[in-house]
Structure formats: structure tokens, C-alpha cells
């Protein structure tokens, strides 16, 4: 079931999810829910997407980044933000430690804030412990854009925003980035933003 994605404004949005159960992970009613939160994502289209975000306050997320997509970027814009296909799979009460590499800043947008976008710096690399589909503790190490992906979705689980950690003069239309910044390096981006 294609589920409405709340925007911001949403109480949801900003209150933090609860753990969940390993008994209620393995109920028909999460098991279901985690399809249409796949089928959500990918109508969007989108690459992760909170609970939170279809208003159920809970700690799980799915993430997908398609290598269907990915075939339609330049491999140079791929290769400058390390993004590479993600297979699609849920992570539950997760754990994020950030790892040693310093951060990183790209553009990034969000479903609940549909039509915008702004630079946000993330840590190059992460560690996320966490539980998956069938309740099974999984730990995952990533770095470049996956690693953005998963600090992301992990915040909206906090009630966290990228609008809570963006560089603020960077907050833009999308039809604006279009058409003026996405060709630019983020050097550019950052001279000509700064004062
Ligand atoms: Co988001």
C-alpha cells in the first residue's frame, strides 16, 4: 500500500520513535507495514524512508538505492559523492556510531520537505547497529553517500531534520538548484555561499 508521506509540520516528525520488540518486529502488522514503507519509498521516489515520516512513531527505516537510478547520473557526480547501489533493507532500533574521516558536505533533500534541498555536512563513515526484518542483529559499515543515507533516516527517528543541521544559506528551491548550482562543485557552491 503506497502510504501519504507527512511534511514538515507534522508533530510526528519531531517527537523520537520507540524501540521496538523483537515480538512485534515478527507481526504480520510490521511485516506489512515495512512493504508499503518499500513500496512508499519507491513511488516517491526516494532512497530511505522513516517510520516517523508516515506517522508511526517507531524506530525502523527502509533504505534503497537503486541501481536503476544511479545508470541515469553522471558517473563523475556518482564518483565525487562515493554513491553506489544500496540493496533495499530495513533497519530497526538502530546505533550510530560515527567513524574516523571527518565530514563531508552535498546537497540532500527529504520527502517532508518536498520541492528543497540544502548543503548538509555528515560524517564520511559510520557504523549502525541495529536489528533487521526478521528481528536479527545486523552491524553495518558504511561510508560516502550510504553513509549520509543512513545518518539521515536515523535522525528522523530522533525527531531530526536536515533542516536541523544544514548550512542555512545554502536552503534552496529545487527548481532553483536546477537551474543555477547543481553543475557547480561543492568548492563553488561553498564560495559563493559564504560571506
Ligand atoms: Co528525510
Redesign the pocket.
Known sequence: MNLKVCEAGEMVLRQPARALTVKEILTPEIQDLIGSMYETMRAAPGV?L?AP?IGVGLQLAVIEDRQEFLGKLPPEYLAERQRVAVAPHVIINPRLTIEAGGDVEFFEG????PGFTAIVARAHAVRVECLNERAEPVTIEAHGWYARILQ??ID?LHGT??IDRMMSRSFMGRENFERHWKNLSMGECRKLLDE
Request: aromatic share 8%; net charge negative.
Open positions: 530511505g522513516a515520516q527529504c520527502l517532508s520537505l539521515h533516516e528522523h531534520m536536515y
